[in-house]
């Protein structure tokens, strides 16, 4: 939705909530100073009977506004979750995709991902029945080859990558 569009939703949302508030107000006013005997002088009863129609009419139409609003954000959700799922098919793509690019053999490739996913060397090296030395050895290898430093430095790539091409949610302002 435009900003322009978005503009007189919420101009009129906010006209709808001030004349819920002076409703309420009203009515709470009217209650309590009846039952602590605050109020000397009734109104007459054509502006009590327009005001609280008035509120009624303000709180009914609230409480409609109130449940478009709720499922306006439950649809936004689903969107948000769809774009969530996507965009984890998609960050095994964008992987592969860098592991060819920075030219990574099917062994660096495993490594780099077990390395990703939070695995120490041992249990790397145990998981590929390998030494931990030869997994250093291939970390260091991976390291030279995609410029990076470290596994922060790696893991922090491919968030920021996948991060870079996303846009605000739609619905968003």
């Keep these: 939705m435009t900003k322009k569009k978005?503009?007189?939703?919420?101009?009129?949302?906010?006209?709808?909530?001030?004349?819920?508030?002076?409703?309420?107000?009203?009515?709470m006013w009217s209650l309590w100073s009846e039952i602590l005997g605050f109020r000397q002088e009734a109104l007459p009863w054509e502006y009590?009977?327009?005001?609280?129609?008035?509120?009624?009419?303000a709180m009914a139409l609230g409480a409609v506004v109130g449940v478009g609003y709720v499922r306006t954000n439950y649809?936004?959700?689903?969107?948000?979750?769809t774009q969530v799922k996507a965009m984890a098919g998609q960050f095994h793509e964008l992987v592969a995709i860098q592991f060819e690019?920075?030219?990574?053999?099917?062994?660096?490739?495993?490594?780099?991902?077990?390395?990703?996913k939070r695995f120490s060397n041992a249990e790397i090296a145990k998981l590929r029945g390998t030494s931990e030395s030869t997994i250093k050895s291939q970390l260091n290898a991976i390291y030279r080859r995609t410029?990076?430093?470290?596994?922060?430095?790696?893991?922090?790539?491919?968030?920021e990558e996948l991060l870079q091409n996303v846009g605000p949610v739609a619905g968003d302002g």
């Design 75 to 81: 649809q936004r959700l689903d969107r948000v979750n």
């Design 48 to 57: 009590q009977e327009l005001i609280q129609m008035l509120a009624s009419l």
């Design 147 to 159: 410029g990076l430093a470290n596994r922060q430095q790696l893991t922090t790539f491919f968030v």
């Design 6 to 27: 978005k503009l007189p939703r919420l101009f009129a949302a906010y006209v709808l909530l001030a004349l819920q508030i002076v409703g309420s107000l009203f009515f």
């Design 101 to 116: 690019h920075w030219g990574l053999s099917n062994s660096e490739q495993s490594i780099a991902t077990y390395t990703m």
